[in-house]
């Protein structure tokens, strides 16, 4: 047993309202400069729809990911002899029309503009070329469009799904949509590291957090390929490579990432998981039918005390364990069972996990003409969601519905208990029924509900101490500076020649 | 006169133009070494121009090395016609897969303004440099028949004489004007290196093959954290 810790992250998208506020914050801090226009190391999409870069799903186009093969997994589109024979053109490479050409407003011209017959308008002009463009495309395009010929129905999902499934989609009444924050998952089996020709790309040991050394960084653009998640980006002016840093800096020093931090809805967690580093291989080849019981089998209970053991044994320091025995994260994804990765068949196994929403039931319209949504039961039952549970399967669980029918179930029994707590107005028996039927208790409902609808900021973000005073010697041993003269001045004070 | 220049002075003032030159950038300036792909803002005909320029010049400049390192070999290889015509033609024919492949670079740089865009001044100079080597390589090969049998006699001595710091260049200075070309472009291209892009070729990503996949770096180990007190050097920080 080989135990590391890893930040990990819950999205709980029943509560994610599209706003775009955590890409935005994104996008101020870290992507507003040259040749990092158009990158969106946040990004929210409108399920179903192509997303950014379009059909980032479909890996016959993008080859990205992992592929099983026997007891082990290869990489689909790069790795040492696949890479290295495609280094002078990379063919599955997306360009930057898969994403978007970035642009801006000539506002100056609103005040600059000669006198004339016409109001003076700001023109769009691209960025990267300085020329008037007429925006095609941009990275929320396709937001709430999730009726639409060219987006949603090119949705890659859809691929499982039977022709009246889909049909029953794009009916006016049974439209529906829900979004999808989407982020680096700072993989325990990165594909993007192990595509990496020069070594640039490297996960920290101490977090788990995977960063892109910007000085070994050659612009071999492998990363770019293989990430199925098309969350590294190429920066087209520098000519490096670059990919969400889960906000290094204020994660050290105690702070919620800034995508999190700003999340209007507070659909965000953040916290620590440990984890087993032996099994990664082993969980990353399993069969398709035990991807998932395998990836998440692999973060262990910080309250076993043969963990801890173990976990000390290794390094890790207490108030790490600390953070993981309060984390929101494992009580999400272990406890509960609640949350599941975004396309574990990419065998990467992502550290970012989704609570899937609860949608809306089939609405119809009934003798009269009008629209009915109502159904016997208080809240519309699963079966009935407008979104195909085979849907959710392919975006969650590798196509396994039996899981995602149960997460569905639990959400339902939480809603249905304090439905009847707080109002009353439901039999008792749906209510009992429901929590009987996926084995909950009350205790463990109300602690759902709670850290779903009232949780504080610090049981979103149990972000674990850095020990400031210790990570000094992360730069330099204090010894070696110890006695040596002036500030700023960092050579050992030896006799010159 | 300027046979000792081009065939003397310039190749040793490559020589440490390309050592000095290099290790200072690779020393001070690594953010600045990269591929500097393009293929981000144009994909398509970069394939056409890429793929063939690349392996045409590889298997030249292997060529080259070949005569170079083992020249007795080549001509035990060309002794039989028949065989050195094979040779011959397979080497025109990477020579013209390259000039197809940098002709359509060229172009393609020329044609789009996103191209243009990520161009320098000294992208331009590699062009320069690029077509005037290939170019004169192909003008030898048909004008100056048949390379692969005057190399190893003419050319092989004169490096090795460069390389042992005793340049003889009897035989070069009596070479025809296109093949002096082709040596002193050969030389300016490799003084470009630490200026250019030509940069790439040094940071090639052999390392890759003999690593692991995976790479997991402990910015400092807590199991063998050092003592202030105990002067001697601990784990230091792998990542700066």
Known sequence: ?497 | MSNYFFFIGLPYATIVIVLVGTIFRYMNFGFKISSLSSQFLEGKELFYGSRPFHWGLLSLFLGHLIAFLFPKSLMVWNSVPLRMLILEVVALGFGITALYGLGMLVMRRFKHKRLQKVTTKMDVLVYVVLLTQVISGLWVAYFARWGSAWFPTVLTPYLRSLFVLDPDITAVAAMPLSVKIHIVSAFALIGLIPFTRFMHFLVYPFPYLFRSYQYVIWNWDRKKIRISRKLVNGVRSKNN
């Not at chain 1, 040259?34 to 990158?39: H, I, L, R, S, V």
């Not at chain 1, 674990?464 to 000094?472: C, K």
């Not at chain 1, 204090?478 to 020649?497: I, S």
């Open chain 1, 1 to 497: 047993m080989d135990i590391r810790s890893q930040i990990a992250m819950v999205f709980h998208l029943d509560k994610c309202i599209g706003c775009h506020t955590c890409s935005i914050a994104c996008k101020n801090i870290w992507t507003d400069r040259k040749g990092a226009e158009y990158m969106w190391w946040n990004n929210v999409e409108t399920k179903p729809g192509t997303g950014y870069p379009s059909k980032w799903e479909d890996q016959d186009i993008y080859k990205g990911g992992w592929e099983k093969k026997g007891d082990t997994v290869t990489l689909k589109g790069a790795g040492k002899f696949k890479g290295l024979k495609v280094l002078f053109h990379n063919s599955n490479m997306p360009v930057i029309d898969d994403y978007y050409e970035p642009w801006t407003y000539q506002y100056e011209h609103l005040f600059e503009a000669e006198e004339g017959d016409d109001q003076p308008v700001a023109r769009p002009v691209s960025l990267i070329t300085g020329d008037p463009i007429t925006p095609k495309s941009g990275p929320n395009w396709d937001d709430d469009l999730s009726g639409s010929e060219d987006y949603a129905k090119n949705d890659v999902n859809f691929k499982n799904l039977t022709k009246a499934e889909q049909e029953a989609m794009f009916q006016l009444e049974r439209m529906t949509m829900h979004y999808l924050p989407r982020m680096c998952n700072h993989c325990l089996n990165p594909a993007c590291v192990a595509a990496c020709p020069s070594g640039a790309i490297y996960k920290r040991g101490e977090d788990g957090i995977v960063l892109i050394n910007q000085k070994k960084c050659r612009g071999w653009r492998m990363c770019v390929t293989a990430c199925p998640y098309k969350k590294s980006y190429y920066n087209w002016s520098t000519g490096k490579s670059e990919k969400c840093l889960l906000c290094y800096p204020r994660v050290e020093s105690g702070q919620a990432p800034a995508c999190m931090h700003s999340c209007v809805g507070r659909i965000r967690y953040i916290g620590v998981m440990l984890y087993d580093a032996d099994k990664i291989e082993a969980a990353s080849a399993s069969s398709n039918d035990d991807l998932i019981k395998n990836q998440l089998d692999i973060y262990l209970d910080p309250n076993d005390p043969e963990v801890i053991a173990a976990a000390r044994k290794n390094g890790i320091a207490d108030s790490t364990l600390e953070s993981a025995q309060k984390s929101p994260i494992y009580k999400f994804v272990r406890k509960w069972g609640l949350a599941l990765p975004l396309h574990p068949e990419f065998r990467t196994l992502p550290n970012l996990f989704y609570v899937p929403p609860l949608l809306p039931t089939m609405a119809f319209v009934n003798e009269e003409g009008s629209y009915e949504t109502t159904s016997e039961s208080f809240w519309g039952a699963i079966e009935k969601s407008r979104l195909p549970m085979s849907y959710l399967a392919s975006l969650f669980s590798a196509g396994n519905e039996e899981v995602i029918k149960n997460i569905l179930k639990k959400l339902m029994a939480v809603r249905l208990h304090r439905r009847a707590e707080t109002v009353g107005d439901l039999p008792e028996e749906e209510s009992k029924g429901a929590m009987k039927d996926v084995v909950m208790d009350k205790d463990t409902a109300d602690a759902i509900f709670r850290l779903t609808s009232l949780p504080l900021f610090d049981q979103r973000f149990v972000i674990p101490p850095a020990h400031r005073e210790e990570a000094m010697e992360m730069l330099e041993s204090t010894a070696d500076v110890k006695g040596n003269t002036g500030f700023g001045f960092k050579e050992p004070p030896v006799r010159g020649l």
